[in-house]
């Protein structure tokens, strides 16, 4: 092996092996028949849309520190 790819091992392996942990959140938005999220930020706070039904579609802004949501016409 080459001393540059031996080098490149032994910095991989040297890379702490970090944990990753996820928490789900449900979104229900009331009167929502379907709930898109389209983005969400470090503070959990989340974008997208939903469906009340039909074919007409609404956007909302979910605050996650409030637990609040915000209807986007």
């Known amino acids: 092996m080459g001393m540059t790819l031996r080098l490149l091992l032994l910095l991989v392996a040297s890379l702490p092996l970090a944990a ?8 229900d938005i009331p009167g929502a028949a379907r709930t898109t999220v ?3 930020n ?18 909302f802004y979910y605050n996650a520190g409030q637990a609040k949501f915000r209807k986007l016409d």
Do not use: E, L, P, R
């Open 42 to 59: 470090n503070f959990g706070d989340m974008v997208g849309y939903y469906s009340a039904g039909g074919m007409n579609t609404h956007g």
């Open 20 to 27: 990753q942990t996820y928490t789900f959140t449900t979104i």
């Open 38 to 40: 389209s983005g969400i």
